[in-house]
């Protein structure tokens, strides 16, 4: 898993315990993940939303948001987009039509 973003996010919050342990549950939760299709990444991770059928999902890290794409065929993840809550709503507006153009506009889908 490509986890630099995460690591960067951890470093410009260090005395932030609450998103530490969040974002260290995250890349424990999706490096230790067995994860074969959708349902499985729900059960172990309710606050993941699939925002894209290619396998795009948002998931919840304290107050921030990141995307992160998961190949169920190679068993990998790959943080895409990493973000507070308000810098999401600025990017994406909450907008699954927003998300697509932006994955489409990274040459991501």
Request: net charge positive; charged share 30%; glycine share 4%.
């Amino acid at each position: 898993m490509v986890k630099y973003k995460l690591v960067k996010l951890k470093r410009k919050n260090r005395g932030n315990s609450k998103l530490i342990v969040a974002v260290d549950k995250l890349i424990s939760d999706i490096e230790n993940a067995n994860w074969t299709k959708k349902t499985d990444i729900k059960l172990n991770r309710p606050d993941a939303d699939c925002v894209h059928s290619d396998g795009f999902y948002f998931f919840d890290i304290n107050i921030h948001r990141t995307m992160v794409l998961i190949v169920f065929e190679q068993n990998e993840a790959t943080i895409v987009w990493i973000g507070s809550h308000d810098k999401y709503d600025l990017t994406f507006k909450g907008n699954i039509i927003t998300i697509e153009k932006w994955l489409r506009n990274k040459l991501l889908i």
